[in-house]
């Protein structure tokens, strides 16, 4: 039966190992006292925002890390542990994360995140969380580039308005000059 046991553990860090190769960036929370309900509340919240949840164990956390060489995060697998693995864009994950830890500050505490090849802190955890979300900045990058181009656009709009007006100013003292040439 021993045999059994490590062959599961062995099976465990394997996949703990492929799905932090496929997704590098992850964040590590401490999961005591969660009970199984808020468990699968945080799971499903962080299901909607294309994130996985893995609950490891200690010891199994720690090999697949190494496994990765990802020893200098061991610092953080102490206890019951949760570690989130977010999609393509991880800042709705922190987000929600962050949100969750607030609300359950005594059951679900964020030790901090390994994004783009960084550990960070639980403040630096907590300074990703309060980003703007992708689109957002996008939408903000857009207005920046937006802006002086409006304005250019508005004032040669100006500018052709006043050179119309000018020439129809002068068409009408023209004609008056030509009736007094005349007569």
Do not use: Y
């Not at 009970?35 to 699968?40: F, H, I």
């Not at 609950?55 to 697949?64: H, P």
């Not at 002086?148 to 500018?159: A, C, F, G, H």
């Amino acid at each position: 039966m021993a045999k059994v046991g490590r062959l599961i553990k062995a099976l465990m860090v394997q996949e703990l190992t492929t799905e932090l190769g496929r997704r590098p960036n992850f964040f590590v929370a401490g999961v005591g006292r969660l009970s199984a309900v808020e468990a699968d509340t945080l799971r499903k919240r962080l299901r909607g925002v294309q994130a996985r949840v893995l609950m490891v164990k200690r010891t199994l956390g720690r090999q697949g890390l190494l496994a990765l060489k990802l020893d200098h995060l061991e610092s953080l697998l102490h206890g019951s542990v949760a570690l989130v693995i977010p999609g393509e864009d991880f800042i709705p994950a922190a987000k929600l994360l962050a949100d969750f830890a607030k609300a359950d500050e005594d059951r679900l505490v964020v030790r901090g995140a390994f994004v783009d090849g960084q550990l960070l802190d639980k403040g630096r955890f907590t300074e990703l969380a309060n980003l703007p979300s992708r689109p957002q900045l996008l939408a903000e990058l857009i207005g920046t580039l937006e802006s002086p181009m409006t304005d250019v656009v508005l004032t040669i709009e100006r500018l052709i308005g006043e050179l119309a007006w000018i020439i129809e100013e002068v068409a009408k003292v023209k004609p008056e000059h030509q009736e007094g040439a005349n007569g």
